[in-house]
């Protein structure tokens, strides 16, 4: 599936609707269009979900969310 620019742009400095607890910054100039983790969405190894699946995510988020970032946080 071709990539939604349009999702993308329109992401720029909206709020993060992920705020994770604990998570200090959610700053609108960093939200990006975050493809959804799960496999249900339709990700698989070295493919992202379908472009709809997805939400608002200030960078801190955004690495929660891909686990980039180690967090107490349950994944569920």
């Not at 720029?12 to 604990?22: H, N, R, S």
């Not at 200090?24 to 698989?44: E, I, L, N």
Request: with cysteine.
């Amino acid at each position: 599936m071709k990539p939604n620019n349009k999702i993308r742009q329109a992401a720029k400095g909206e709020t993060c609707t992920l705020l994770f607890p604990g998570v200090g910054v959610h700053d609108p100039a960093t939200v990006v269009w975050a493809h959804s983790p799960f496999p249900g969405d339709g990700k698989s190894m070295g493919a992202k979900s379908y472009e709809f699946c997805g939400c608002l995510a200030c960078h801190a988020c955004h690495d929660i969310l891909d686990s980039r970032v180690k967090t107490k946080l349950d994944r569920d």
